[in-house]
């Protein structure tokens, strides 16, 4: 949804031996708004049942499932966003689907490769999909 929440990651940038503390980003050029297709327009996939675990490797299982009886969503993309207790962003993992059917149901599985040096106090799994590619079945 355009006044949603958005999330953009970007895996393997080099920093060095810095931390990161923040970053900016720059629109470059000018807009092309376009008219979409009311149908189209309330596609939307739910994300539900967080679970967070821990033990050598963290991991977050969630569910998903496509609202729409008509359309599959096609390339969806879910970012998974673990928060500490001052609400800071502690760790980011994404995975993708090439096609989710019509009312299907999937199980969306987000790891890191450690457990984190401070307690994960809460998980927020935002999804993408561009509703200018979407096709009824």
Known sequence: SPNGVQAIIETGINVGNEIPQFTT???TKAPVWVV???VVAT???NVSSPIFTTSN???LD???KNQSPKYAI???TYTAILYDADDNAIGV???SFATIEPSEERTLIFTWPESFMVPVVRSEIVARFNPFTQTAR
Request: positive net charge; without cysteine.
């Open 43 to 45: 596609l939307s996939v």
């Open 25 to 27: 980003f720059t629109i």
């Open 93 to 95: 993992s994404k995975t």
């Open 74 to 76: 096609s390339d969806a």
């Open 57 to 59: 490797r963290s991991r």
């Open 62 to 64: 969630a569910t998903t």
């Open 36 to 38: 979409l297709d009311p």
